[in-house]
Nanobody, 118 residues
Framework: QVQLVESGGGLVQPGGSLRLSCAAS????????MGWYRQAPGKQRDMVAF???????TYADSVKGRFTAVRDNRKNTVYLEMNSLKPEDTAVYYCCVGDFSRKTCDYWGQGTQVTVSS
């Protein structure tokens, strides 16, 4: 079955950086689009980034210029490099397997908590 395992979350000060990882199994990783979403307490789950098989990327306006999605097909892993973190980036971050053009997801990981606080 499809399994997505996120890691790399934690507590970081404003202005700091983190790199999230999402290891995939049960799929042919290289032919699948991958997404990153986040959900803050009391809010809906929103797209952060999507990366296609080409790869091309798209980002939410709130993270453009600060976050970068990268994929490594040899390791079946997608990364989210986060810089200049702000308190409003605090959320549970999820990766997914989905469709780049529709920005929809079919499979989800369990999520990893990112907390930005001094």
């Amino acid at each position: 079955q499809v399994q997505l395992v996120e890691s790399g979350g934690g507590l970081v000060q404003p202005g700091g950086s983190l790199r999230l990882s999402c290891a995939a199994s049960g799929i042919i990783f290289s032919v699948n689009d991958m997404g990153w979403y986040r959900q803050a307490p009391g809010k809906q789950r929103d797209m952060v980034a999507f990366i296609s098989t080409i790869p091309t990327t798209t980002y939410a306006d709130s993270v453009k210029g600060r976050f970068t999605a990268v994929r490594d097909n040899r390791k079946n892993t997608v990364y989210l490099e986060m810089n200049s973190l702000k308190p409003e980036d605090t959320a549970v971050y999820y990766c997914c397997v989905g469709d780049f053009s529709r920005k929809t997801c079919d499979y989800w990981g369990q999520g990893t908590q990112v907390t930005v606080s001094s």
